[in-house]
């Protein structure tokens, strides 16, 4: 007796199991479901890309306000040179 009741127990564990996983599944591929999944998708890349790019556009906004620097020394130069 004991051992029908443990296998009652262990069906109707894994019909919960069952229920559960189908419940789950039915949201994950209903249109909420995919919706929310698109949007994560979306804000995770976005978030690895930062994590993964701002060092590099940090070098390449350096690296701009350097050749502006210098743009503007010999614009100065040139100027100063016609004066003359």
Do not use: H, W
Not at 14 to 33: P, V
Not at 35 to 53: H, M, P
Request: one cysteine or more; charged letters at 20%.
């Amino acid at each position: 007796m004991s051992s029908s009741k443990n296998k009652r127990n262990a069906d109707s564990g894994c019909s919960r199991c069952s229920k559960c996983c189908s419940s789950f599944m039915s949201l994950a591929f209903s249109t909420i479901g995919l919706i929310v999944a698109v949007v994560s998708y979306s804000a995770l890349g976005g978030l690895i890309f930062l994590k993964l790019e701002v060092e590099n556009e940090r070098q390449q906004m350096e690296i701009t306000r350097k050749n502006v620097s210098i743009n503007q020394e010999v614009s100065d130069v040139t100027v100063c040179c016609e004066e003359t």
